[in-house]
Each structure stands twice: as C-alpha cells, then as structure tokens.
Nanobody, 122 residues
C-alpha cells in the first residue's frame, strides 16, 4: 500500500491542524494505521494508532486528550486531528500501515508515507 500524508503547516501554539493520510494500492481495512513524528535531530517516535475497524485507538502519553486519530476505510484514509498544539509537537509527521499494535509499538510496518511538516510557533 502506498501512503501520502498531507495537512501540515504553520500554526500558533494552542491552534489546531488536521493531518490526512491517503492510501492507494490496496484497502487499508486490514491494517493497523498509525502516525509517527520526527523532530530535527531526534528519532522517529510513535504518536497514535487505530485498529483496522477503527474501534480501538492508542496514543503516546504526551498527546492524549489533544490528538484524535480516526480512519475512513471507505475512503482509504486516516486522519490525525491535533488540538492545543504545543511547540514540542513540531515535527515531520509520517503515517504508516502495520500488522498489529502491541505495547506502544506498531509491528510489521510495511509502508510509510512521505511525511508532512508541522511547525508550531510560540
């Protein structure tokens, strides 16, 4: 499956952005879909994941209550609604398709999107 992330941009602290990840090549319904982020000079870290049916969601602690991941399997898309953004949320955000979620990790990631840049001004 090919993934393309979009929706990044410049926002003031406290503002909101909605990222989208469009998939092509095959249906994403069988995949756990997730978002990761990578700040300059840092590792790529898990942000959020959603199960294949969209029932279960998982978040890293720092974004709980502020970010919401969702999916529309009919449109083959995944979203990340980001509210109350902080300067420390600034990063390149990547979407990914994996086999399963376990203990803070998405396992069996076979596809990554190209990344979309989020900049948060203080």
């Amino acid at each position: 499956v090919q993934l393309q992330a979009s929706g990044g941009g410049l926002v003031q602290a406290g503002g909101s952005l909605r990222l989208s990840c469009a998939a092509s090549g095959r249906p994403i319904s069988r995949y756990v879909m997730g978002w990761f982020r990578q700040a300059p000079g840092k590792e790529r870290n898990f942000v959020a994941a959603v199960s294949g049916g969209g029932i279960s969601t998982f978040y890293t602690a720092s974004v709980k209550g502020r970010f919401t991941i969702s999916r529309d399997n009919a449109k083959n898309k995944v979203y990340l609604q980001m509210n109350s953004l902080k300067p420390e949320d600034a990063a390149v955000y990547y979407c990914a398709a994996g086999e399963r979620y376990y203990n803070g990790r998405i396992e069996g990631i076979g596809s990554w999107g190209q990344g979309t840049l989020v900049t948060v001004s203080s």
